[in-house]
Structures are given as structure tokens and as C-alpha cells.
């Protein structure tokens, strides 16, 4: 028996010229992923704006018209209610601002047959636009208020003394919290109130949460205040 010795096989090593292209060719495909991946997120964010647009088209002139709404209740809530308030899960359930001592169902609401935004039906609620986003959601939430009634101040009384950096909480009906911080308050006259701006996180790149109220003087011979009142807040 005879044994044959084997030639090794030689590594195809690949010349310079090849792995130029190799390299050449892996950069176009990562720059056409980013490429991509940035179109997606500029659609996306853009489809969320134009839809908070027409949402707010349809409470603009309702809010700087200033139609009225139906005078609100301020029946204290009965002891023991607060277990029993359950919303869906992923919906907002409760507010929480630890600085104005607010701990307030958020009950959802739509607009009303002239077209404004509903506001709570008893001072000591808060109201989320179920147009709006929901907590944690791209956009913003929309949640409203009552200052006062005639008789007694409502859950949103102090919000003016709110200051950039207070914490807000939103729980959901799952009991998940979602944390805020807020960034401004803005005030505008009654028949100037930017609702675009109000349904649009005041950052982009974050969840917002809008509160607006009613502030400023009573005009008279009516039962409206002469400004609106909103603090924006992102998600932290």
C-alpha cells in the first residue's frame, strides 16, 4: 500500500479590490436601513400631527366662540366610589398632582352638538378628550377641567401655580402610572385658544399631557371666564 501525500488546500483570501466592495456595498445597505427607518418615523409622526390637526379643527371654533356648557355639579365624591370607578385598561382612569393635593377620576368625554369640547360633570372631576392620546401613547392627552362653580372651587382651581418641573401622574385602568413633568403654561384669551397646539405634545419626541382650564376674570353678564389655561407636561 501506497500513500499519496496531499497538497494543502489554500484559503481563497479575498484581494483589497474585493473587500472594497464588500465594504462599499454593506455601508449602501445600512445607509438604505436608516434611510428607511427614518422614513417610517417621519411618516409616522407626521400622520400623528395631521390627525391631531383635524381633531382639533373641529374644537376650535366651538373654543374661541366661547359656547357654553351645562353648569357643572359639586356634589363632594361618596366615600368608598374610587374602588368601584373602572375604565379599560390602556384608558386614563385617575389623575394625580401630588403639589395641588389632586388625586380626580378622568372620565372620558367627546364635544357636545356645537361641536366644543365636553367639559366634567362635577367641579371635582377631570375630563379626558377620548379623541386625544391615550397614556404613554405618541401625541397627547387632552384632559380638561373646572376652575370653580359659584359656589366652591373645582379640581383645577390652582393649576396656575403649577411650575415647570412638578410632577403629574396618570394612572390607567390597569393600574399601570405613567409620570410627567411639566415643561410651560400657556394662557390665551377666550376667543384665541390655540386647540391645535392643545391636542400636540408640546415635545414632539415625548408623550404629552395637556390640562386646560378655565382663569382669568368673569366677563360680564355671563357665567365664562375671559381666559383658557394650559399646562403642558411630557412624559418622563
Known amino acids: 500500500?501506497?500513500?499519496?501525500?496531499?497538497?494543502?488546500?489554500?484559503?481563497?483570501?479575498?484581494?483589497?479590490?474585493?473587500?472594497?466592495?464588500?465594504?462599499?456595498?454593506?455601508?449602501?445597505?445600512?445607509?438604505?436601513?436608516?434611510?428607511?427607518?427614518?422614513?417610517?418615523?417621519?411618516?409616522?409622526?407626521?400622520?400623528?400631527?395631521?390627525?391631531?390637526?383635524?381633531?382639533?379643527?373641529?374644537?376650535?371654533?366651538?373654543?374661541?366662540?366661547?359656547?357654553?356648557?351645562?353648569?357643572p355639579s359639586t356634589a363632594k365624591p361618596t366615600a368608598g366610589a374610587a374602588p368601584n370607578y373602572v375604565v379599560a385598561p390602556t384608558l386614563p382612569s385617575y389623575l394625580i398632582i401630588p403639589e395641588l393635593s389632586i388625586n380626580a377620576p378622568i372620565l372620558a368625554v367627546g364635544v357636545n352638538a356645537q361641536g366644543a369640547l365636553e367639559a366634567p360633570s362635577n367641579i371635582n372631576d377631570t375630563a379626558w378628550y377620548n379623541e386625544s392620546s391615550q397614556p404613554g401613547q405618541p401625541g397627547a392627552m387632552l384632559i380638561d377641567g373646572h376652575i370653580s362653580s359659584w359656589t366652591a372651587p373645582g379640581v383645577f382651581y390652582d393649576l396656575k401655580t403649577l411650575q415647570p418641573g412638578n410632577t403629574i401622574e396618570v394612572r390607567s385602568g390597569n393600574g399601570a402610572i405613567f409620570t410627567y413633568q411639566v415643561v410651560i403654561t400657556k394662557v390665551y384669551s377666550f376667543n384665541n385658544v390655540n386647540m391645535a397646539m392643545a391636542m400636540t405634545s408640546i415635545n414632539p419626541n415625548k408623550p404629552g399631557l395637556n390640562l386646560i382650564s378655565c382663569t382669568g376674570d368673569i366677563i360680564p353678564g355671563t357665567s365664562e371666564f375671559d381666559e383658557r389655561i394650559i399646562v403642558f407636561a411630557t412624559q418622563v
Do not use: C
Open 1 to 71: 500500500m501506497s500513500f499519496h501525500k496531499r497538497t494543502p488546500t489554500k484559503l481563497q483570501i479575498p484581494n483589497k479590490k474585493v473587500k472594497t466592495i464588500l465594504l462599499s456595498n454593506t455601508l449602501v445597505i445600512v445607509a438604505l436601513g436608516l434611510l428607511i427607518i427614518g422614513l417610517g418615523t417621519s411618516l409616522y409622526t407626521w400622520r400623528t400631527d395631521e390627525i391631531a390637526n383635524q381633531q382639533a379643527a373641529k374644537l376650535i371654533y366651538a373654543a374661541n366662540h366661547n359656547i357654553r356648557h351645562t353648569v
